[in-house]
Nanobody, 118 residues
Framework: QVQLVESGGGLVQPGGSLRLSCAAS????????MGWYRQASRKQRELVAL???????NYADSVQGRFTISGDNAKNTVYLQMNSLKPEDTAVYYC????????????WGQGTQVTVSS
């Protein structure tokens, strides 16, 4: 079992930046990848970014070039640096950890609100 605790959301003006953090604890060795999904009001949840333990990253087209996912293995923490934020980035952001198993087991953070507004 993996536990995830998120932090770093908030209100920011368009063009601004935020950094989300996701700290993992528990069965860390079971993790294959970590990342974020987001869910905006009245929209489906979408994958924002992920990083595998091998360092392979993947981003949604809508955030490519603006968001960067990175990790600190010593702290078991993954970060999402979000730059050039747009109002359409407003959503609840959920950190996830995907396990090695097939079918994969997912663990989820509690979610953090990101609001981009002037």
């Amino acid at each position: 079992q993996v536990q995830l605790v998120e932090s770093g959301g908030g209100l920011v003006q368009p063009g601004g930046s935020l950094r989300l953090s996701c700290a993992a604890s528990g069965n860390i060795r079971s993790i294959y990848a970590m990342g974020w999904y987001r869910q905006a009001s009245r929209k489906q949840r979408e994958l924002v970014a992920l990083s595998t333990i091998a360092g392979v990253t993947n981003y949604a087209d809508s955030v490519q070039g603006r968001f960067t996912i990175s990790g600190d293995n010593a702290k078991n923490t993954v970060y999402l640096q979000m730059n050039s934020l747009k109002p359409e980035d407003t959503a609840v952001y959920y950190c996830f950890a995907r396990g090695h198993s097939d079918p994969p087991v997912f663990s989820w953070g509690q979610g953090t609100q990101v609001t981009v507004s002037s």
